[in-house]
């Protein structure tokens, strides 16, 4: 039983295309294809599995580089003959060494940091900074995050570029650390501004409530 099973391919156009995508930042990795088979594999197994066109046989990707893409997710289009996967790679995905074969400047979003700050709480490392600041509780955590803003504050009032993109890198990382103290997601604040937004640009009267921006 695979949580995938209701997502049913049309094999009978031939091969599925399938487009790999990072699951936080989605940046395109690559293009590969998928036979009845490749596609079974990946979804039970959630790793990414594809056919071979040109040596007509299966293989998993990172079987040889052990760069392994993790499925995350997984979505077909709506002609069925076409499949997304969210995936969290283990190294690069391109088989030239570098992250996507299409060559695309590096990308990083808040995802990322959510998804590193995860990381390391799952790891437990006692060296990470991370880790420090999540045992030392949300009182910590928030003192933190209050210095790191009013450096940003001090750099702006300093006219120092350079200081207030340094120290608003800091605040987003400790602003992550709390959000995951607090058990709320950045897909969570992503839906408050998305509905603030669709309130804003769809509100056709007097000034409302809603409207926060």
């Excluded at 979505?75 to 997304?84: E, I, K, N």
């Excluded at 995905?93 to 990308?107: A, I, Q």
């Amino acid at each position: 039983m695979s949580k995938y099973d209701d997502l049913k391919p049309d094999f009978s156009k031939g091969l599925l295309t399938v487009v790999l995508q990072h699951y936080t930042n989605k940046e395109v990795r690559m293009v590969g294809y998928m036979n009845e088979e490749a596609f079974e594999l990946t979804k039970n197994e959630e790793v990414a599995w594809f056919y071979s066109r040109s040596k007509e046989r299966l293989w998993k990707k990172g079987e040889s580089s052990g760069n392994v893409q993790y499925v995350k997710d997984m979505y077909l289009d709506c002609d069925q003959d076409a499949l997304l996967l969210m995936i969290d790679p283990v190294g690069p995905t391109c088989h030239t060494g570098t992250d996507s074969c299409f060559n695309l400047d590096s990308t990083f979003t808040l995802k990322d940091i959510e998804a590193t700050i995860q990381n390391r709480a799952e790891a437990t490392d006692d060296d990470s900074y991370t880790n420090y600041l999540l045992s030392k509780g949300i009182d910590k955590i928030a003192k933190k995050f209050g210095e790191e803003a009013f450096e940003v504050v001090i750099g702006a009032k300093n006219e120092d570029k350079k200081e207030v993109i340094d120290e608003a890198a800091d605040v987003l990382y400790h602003l992550g650390v709390l959000l995951h103290k607090s058990d709320v997601k950045i897909s969570d604040v992503e839906a408050v501004l998305a509905e603030r937004h669709h309130k804003k640009n769809n509100f056709k009267g007097e000034r409302q409530d809603i409207e926060k921006w």
